[in-house]
């Protein structure tokens, strides 16, 4: 497991891309019109890791140029297998690289079906017909994680069966999942369901690529025994593809941390640190501990709801409106599985909606016997609904904590990582039980695992084109800060801090503000950079009205403000009224103004030299107003 310093190191300048790779692959990279301002302190960190860099490549290139025998790896892919998605990625010139798959989707199902004597991958497990694959002819290999080898007699593993949403069956103790479509039936065993998405993700990295590839480190849960781990290995090799290491997808999502998906800022990670992992994806809830010493991570344990994700919370939306629609047309929605299947994908897309928004609106066309169909529903009214899920998300941190020995307040960090973590009720709950540490949200979070994996990939590569120059990790590590705070202006005139000084990019924040006036149908958004606490004292880069708030009483409006800083250093400005629904952005493109080293040094400089200015300006208005801005 690398030090985060030198994982930070390891992301650089965009390369030079072919049209293939455009088209199948989406990345986080550093592009070089970027240069936010260094510290001294990471200056001096950067040289020191160059000096220790220039001692070891000779003796590295000599031990690759003597390998004893062993056989090229070539390019090394990452590839995370969750329960109801798969992802791949690769690292080329220090850059990670998500492959797509088809319809420019990162994200490959985990789905089976048979056509005729074979079966191949489907879609998604939405699509009409397979809204329920116990009753229509196909089947779906949803949480499959879980039967790679596996013994199916025991009491509880039985009782399970009896709950999946698929037909899984035996051969020679061994589970293998009954499939029947268009008339045929087949048997395949979970191994060569795994074959088929290796392949798969295999294909769409040669495309990348453009060359072949042959070795892979793939992910798994910390729990996976030796036979479990062999399954998944011998399921690749049938495909051609050797699997150099086994990562535990706790540590990988630690790796992404310590790479700086979190859009953190620069994290030293003490001795003795305890870091709560959370994977809370599509199909399940893990939730691990793991603990580092001296540049080593050892995970302490590991507990899971395997009954509980993502999709839960789509069939709370779906039984709502199915509901609903029943009650306005007298009929039973649920034996139409064309328009289920509609649903399902609209629920799906309800579910991400109200993570950013409060209140959501469904519209589907000819939703059932040629009927169209619309409904609203609000977050309020989806966390109500969902309750009693939310009453589970709990019970494996507690046993876990439990278990290990371990109390709430030695908890150093908690990570959240996969596509559920972004249901703010989630996070809320989390928070609330560590009494109010602030957990680490990881941007693309369903992404961090394989983020990691491929990070871990590019270590056991022999492929000069993965990593960087010395010079471009130089220059890599002067670009992944921020210059000077971001903010917007309130009432009083000071600047709200969204994004802080030397944050890491990317990064994004958000706070919410309402109106100073009564009736106030408008909001001036002005945005500036700069350490002072007044605004006018700072630069002002970008400005613009959002409209449409209805009238209220001050302070009763609730207005959504986001900045967003790329890799590039491009700001975006969103504002959105959560009433209305009522939304204005604006793009602040980087200029060389803004990241020249002596114009930062000066908004800083200034910053010192009127400090007591600021701080006697702080206490006079004591935060009136603080939350409030002007309008029309």
């Known amino acids: 497991m690398s030090s985060p310093i030198f994982a930070s190191a390891c992301l650089s300048a965009h390369p030079a891309t072919t ?12 592009p070089e019109d970027s240069r936010p301002h260094t510290s001294r302190r990471h200056l001096i960190a950067t040289l020191m890791f160059l000096v220790l860099i220039l001692c070891l490549f000779p003796a590295l290139n000599a031990v690759k140029a003597h390998g004893g025998g062993h056989d090229r790896t070539g390019t090394v892919i ?9 992802h791949a990625a690769v690292m080329q010139q220090g850059k990670i690289a998500f492959l797509l798959h088809n319809e420019g989707s990162t994200t490959l199902p985990i789905c089976v079906a048979s056509p005729d ?42 009782a399970d069966i009896d709950h999946l949403p698929y037909n899984l069956g035996s051969r020679e103790g061994q589970p293998v999942f009954n499939v029947k479509r268009n008339g045929l039936e087949g048997q395949f065993a979970v191994e060569d369901v795994y074959a088929r998405i290796f392949a798969n993700l295999r294909r769409r990295a040669e495309v990348y690529l453009g060359k072949k590839v042959t070795h892979a480190v793939i992910t798994a849960p910390a729990r996976f025994n030796s036979n479990q781990r062999l399954g998944l290995i011998n399921a690749a090799s049938v495909v051609g593809l050797n699997v150099l290491r086994i990562v535990s997808k706790s540590m990988a999502a630690v790796d992404a941390v310590g790479l700086g998906c979190a859009g953190l800022t620069d994290k030293h990670i003490d001795d003795e640190h305890h870091f709560l992992v959370y994977h809370f994806g599509g199909g399940t809830l893990k939730v691990s501990l793991l603990y580092h010493d001296m540049g080593l991570y050892d995970t302490l344990a590991e507990d899971s709801q395997t009954r509980l994700g993502g999709e839960d919370f789509n069939e709370v939306i779906v039984n709502y409106f199915a509901v609903l629609y029943n009650e306005r047309n007298a009929v039973d929605i649920t034996k139409d599985p064309t328009a289920m299947g509609k649903l399902y994908r609209a629920a799906e897309k309800a579910k991400r909606e109200l993570s950013t928004r409060t209140n959501t609106h469904l519209e589907i066309q000819s939703f059932h016997e040629r ?22 998300l709990l019970e494996p941190i507690e046993r876990l904590l439990k278990l290990s020995n371990v109390s709430k307040d030695q908890i150093d960090d908690i990570i959240l990582v996969g596509g559920s973590t972004h249901i703010p009720k989630v996070r809320a709950l989390i928070e609330e039980f560590f009494e109010g540490k602030k957990a680490i949200n990881i941007i693309q979070s369903s ?56 944050t890491r990019m990317p990064a994004i924040a958000t706070q919410t503000f309402s109106t100073a ?8 958004i002005q945005v500036f950079e700069g350490e002072r606490y007044q605004a006018r004292d700072n630069n002002l880069l970008g400005q613009f009205w959002l ?71 702080r206490e006079l208005l004591n935060s009136q107003g603080s939350h409030l801005i002007f309008g029309r």
Not at 78 to 86: A, K, R
Not at 482 to 492: A, D, E, M, R, Y
């Open 19 to 30: 049209a293939n790779q455009e088209r199948f692959s989406t990345s986080l990279g550093f």
């Open 78 to 86: 990452g590839i995370d297998l969750g329960t109801t998605n798969s």
């Open 117 to 158: 004597v074979g079966f191949s991958l489907v879609k998604s497990v939405k699509d009409p017909l397979e809204v329920n694959p116990k009753t229509t002819d196909v089947g779906v290999g949803k949480d499959i994680e879980r039967w790679i080898p596996c013994d199916l007699s025991g009491e509880r593993t039985l």
């Open 371 to 392: 009927r169209d169909f619309s409904g609203t529903l609000t977050r309020t009214k989806f966390e109500e609904l969902s309750m009693g899920l939310f009453q589970k």
């Open 447 to 502: 992404r961090a695992v394989v983020f990691g994996a491929a990070y871990e990939a590019a270590r056991l590569s022999d492929d000069p084109d993965v990593w960087l120059s010395l010079w471009e990790l130089l220059e890599a590590m002067r670009k992944q800060y921020s210059g000077l705070t971001l903010g917007v202006q309130t009432s009083t005139g000071a600047m709200a801090k969204l994004i802080q000084r030397s």
């Open 517 to 524: 006036t009564d009736n106030q149908t408008s909001v001036f």
């Open 547 to 617: 409209t449409g708030i209805p009238p209220m009483l001050r302070g009763i409006p609730r207005i959504e403000v986001a900045l967003e800083l790329d890799s590039n250093g491009n700001i975006k400005a969103v504002a959105y009224d959560t009433g209305s629904g009522a939304e204005k952005s604006i793009l602040i493109p980087i200029s060389e103004d803004r990241i020249a080293e002596e114009h930062l040094e000066r908004m800083v400089l200034a910053a010192v030299q009127h400090e007591e200015q600021d701080s006697a300006m």
